[in-house]
């Protein structure tokens, strides 16, 4: 099968679930309206909406470089595995790792940071808030290439790639109380991450999973939801321009790398934490 074929083969499954993903905001929107706790704030929902379309732009304009790449590491290996059950088991299992891995190096390492950073900068979670991908967090596609050198067709990580990000859109919502416990050990589920979104001490940097938290609890980083959480950063971003809350972190980056004077600095203002 050729790179042309591939890219043919590979369905659009984000764009096929818009109609289902607006329907979940609208019913969201009526069960909170008279919440105001939970309430949908009209600046808030127009600055995810905002950085939601562009990072859609964005990912579509990409699609024949992810494509490419996962092609070009596909090619460079000699054994293939096959296409049955199994396989595309093993390739879901393993983008999600990697999408853990990605995920916990993004809290861990500032530069990495500023990729994911516009996904916590909102005060509030519902669905809109899955909305928030930054328009650089493209450069995380790195973390996936054990995947493509795995021997698995690219038109079936790519797939599962699509589907483990669509998982994610379901979790960012108060309205859905704590799953029976069977779920919610194997699973990501609302619950646990509204603790990962969540300032309080406890929550910070914990449950990175995307759609298994078996990840969290073997690496050490899974916290039961407790206490009712407390949305956005620890040092918050008031702002609701989409510009601003993409690329604010990288202009801060910037600053303080203008102001190194050595390679030691350098590094600790890229890999530094955040």
Wanted: proline share 5%.
């Amino acid at each position: 099968m050729k790179f042309e074929s591939v890219q043919a083969d590979v369905q659009p499954i984000l764009l096929y679930a818009i109609p289902l993903i607006v329907f979940c905001i609208g019913l969201e929107w009526w069960l909170t309206r008279h919440d105001e706790g939970r309430t949908y704030d009209s600046r808030d929902f127009k600055a995810s909406l905002g950085i939601g379309l562009g990072s859609l732009v964005i990912n579509g304009v990409l699609k024949a470089a992810t494509v490419g790449m996962s092609w070009f590491f596909y090619e460079l290996v000699p054994w293939r595995l096959p296409n049955t059950w199994w396989v595309w088991v093993l390739a879901y299992l393993s983008i999600d790792l990697c999408n853990y891995v990605a995920h916990y190096t993004a809290h861990k390492q500032r530069v990495w940071w500023a990729t994911h950073v516009t996904h916590h900068s909102s005060e509030h979670l519902n669905f809109s808030t899955s909305f928030r991908n930054s328009w650089t967090q493209y450069l995380k596609i790195i973390f996936f290439i054990p995947v493509w050198c795995s021997g698995i067709h690219p038109v079936i990580t790519f797939t599962c790639y699509q589907l483990d990000l669509l998982y994610q859109f379901w979790i960012h919502t108060e309205v859905i109380p704590k799953l029976p416990r069977w779920l919610e050990y194997v699973f990501v589920t609302p619950s646990h991450h509204r603790v990962h979104h969540g300032r309080n001490p406890q929550y910070i940097d914990k449950n990175f999973g995307t759609t298994f938290i078996i990840w969290d609890r073997l690496f050490g980083t899974f916290q039961e939801e407790t206490e009712e959480p407390v949305y956005g950063l620890t040092k918050p971003v008031t702002s609701y321009n989409v510009i601003y809350l993409n690329f604010h972190e990288w202009a801060d980056i910037w600053r303080d790398l203008r102001k190194s004077r050595n390679v030691r600095e350098v590094m600790a203002v890229l890999f530094g934490p955040p």
